[in-house]
């Protein structure tokens, strides 16, 4: 493979594929709207199944064969529909691609389903991996999806997920990241850079002590259509602190934000690992991507999506929480996350999601 060429695909290339039809859909809808700086999003089909467990096909299957063992029944998404709190659904998607054997792919949850905290996962046929796709792969795209502390309204062409193409190795090594620092000032404070770009919590100095919020127990159910919609005092509690702590209680779900502001250089993406057992018992950030000019000039905090499973967790102020890899696009980017695109968290500071005034 050619080394220069390795890398991110930018959208510029993301058109590319889908002139040549390396990417398709079953929608009328123009792919080219769907691109972003460096991702595609993917969009909800019509079928869809609840399912009785999460799987994964496995190296010999289709996800429609396994289906066949773990549906319960079949949903149709022309409509409103919803999917409840607790339960595991499979969406097939509009998406299918038809990659070259140099192309493989990752993906993420968007920032607005990690903030209501639904979890989305991409699936592929004959794959072991979840949020994986393999290197030329043919085929169509399915999500699994697990409202974990809302129920919500879905219908197709809802975009929950996205996916970033690459070629190569596409991840900055620690020396490089030091010297992106020093050119592009990544984040406001003296940089944490071990394997990877740390990240702090922050629960002190912001306004009225409001440090975050708490995802209420039985809270009515959200249209994910419905933009700047819903009072966020019917959904969420608000978090204060004076002493700069926070217990997080097993299963409560929390959002969070980091002390630290980011800075994504246009030609740079970056991805938020979400768990680390080394920093203690809770999942940070479903979402977890960070687009080309994200918090370009001034940098933007990173909202963090916090949920312990197992043992109550005291967060101090300041403490790691979370770190990112910062991943290099074969090239700049056309496009940028920001105004021009009308992204809606650049310059963000600690912020529920759009569905939310």
């Not at 300041?318 to 074969?330: C, F």
Request: hydrophobic share 35%.
């Amino acid at each position: 493979m050619d080394t220069k060429n390795q890398g991110v695909l930018p959208s510029q290339d993301i058109n590319i594929l889908v002139d040549k039809r390396s990417i398709t859909s079953l929608s009328k809808r123009n792919l080219g709207d769907q691109i972003q700086p460096s991702s595609l999003d993917l969009t909800l089909g019509v079928k869809a199944w609840r399912i009785r467990a999460s799987f994964l096909p496995g190296r010999n299957f289709t996800v429609e064969e396994r289906l066949k063992t773990v549906s319960m029944h079949e949903l149709n998404l022309n409509r409103d529909t919803v999917f409840e709190k607790g339960c595991i659904y499979i969406v097939k998607l509009n998406e299918g691609l038809n990659l070259n054997k140099d192309i493989y792919g990752t993906a993420n949850a968007k920032s607005s389903s990690g903030r209501i905290d639904l979890f989305t996962r991409l699936l592929s046929n004959f794959s072991d991996e979840f949020d994986n796709v393999r290197h030329g792969y043919s085929g169509p795209l399915y999500a699994e999806i697990h409202p974990k502390s809302f129920s919500v309204v879905l219908r197709e062409g809802i975009a929950l997920n996205q996916v970033r193409f690459k070629k190569g190795k596409v991840i900055i090594s620690d020396a490089n990241l030091i010297k992106l620092q020093h050119s592009h000032k990544l984040v406001n404070t003296t940089p944490d850079i071990n394997n990877g770009l740390g990240f702090s919590i922050n629960l002190r100095n912001l306004e009225n002590d409001l440090v975050g919020f708490k995802a209420r127990t039985n809270a009515p159910i959200i249209n994910l259509s419905k933009i700047n919609y819903y009072k966020p005092e019917d959904f969420w509690e608000e978090i204060r602190s004076k002493d700069a702590s926070l217990i997080l209680n097993p299963n409560d779900f929390y959002i969070l934000s980091s002390r630290e502001s980011v800075n994504i250089p246009s030609d740079y993406a970056a991805e938020m690992l979400p768990y680390s057992a080394k920093i203690g018992e809770f999942r940070v950030h479903y979402a977890g991507f960070f687009d080309p000019g994200f918090g370009d000039p001034k940098g933007s905090y990173a909202v963090l999506e916090v949920k312990t499973n197992e043992l109550p967790f005291i967060l101090e102020d300041g403490q790691t929480i979370a770190r990112i890899k910062y991943e290099k696009l074969n090239k700049k980017t056309h496009v940028v996350y920001g105004l021009t695109i009308n992204s809606n968290y650049q310059n963000q500071k600690l912020a529920l999601s759009k569905h939310f005034k």
